[in-house]
């Protein structure tokens, strides 16, 4: 299949914004859930949001919850993740990932079947 391909991500100001994009052609996300993923040096990789295409139903992590939001596009088959509120912590290497036919949203890396590049994000103090 063709790569999930991320976008969006740069050096932001601690309170700013940013919104990152995942493009998935050539899939059929009614059965899919996307998440987003992300990070950062020396830590293991931390779910953030994630989103079943067919539902819109979504999930997200407390760290996030309030700040972030995830949404997604199905004329242009993207995913977003629209990020505000940016605090250095949120600073990292977000992951787009798609999960093949589940009726549930998972926040396990593992259970994730396809991984975009990452892009990267820095929260500035």
């Known amino acids: 299949q063709v790569p999930l391909v991320e976008s969006g991500g740069g050096l932001v100001q601690a309170g700013g914004s940013l919104r990152l994009s995942c493009a998935a052609p050539?899939?059929?996300?009614?059965?899919?859930?996307m998440g987003w993923f992300r990070q950062a040096p020396g830590k293991e990789r931390e779910f953030v949001a994630a989103i079943s295409w067919s539902s819109g139903n979504t999930y997200y992590a407390d760290s996030v919850k309030g700040r972030f939001t995830i949404s997604r596009d199905n004329a242009k088959n993207t995913v977003y993740l629209q990020m505000s509120s940016l605090k250095p912590e949120d600073t990292a290497v977000y992951y787009c990932?798609?999960?093949?036919?589940?009726?549930?949203?998972?926040?396990?890396?593992?259970?994730?079947?396809?991984w975009g590049q990452g892009t990267q994000v820095t929260v500035s103090s």
């Open positions: 050539g899939r059929t996300l009614r059965n899919y859930a």
């Open positions: 990932a798609a999960r093949v036919g589940p009726s549930y949203l998972s926040t396990l890396a593992d259970e994730y079947d396809d």
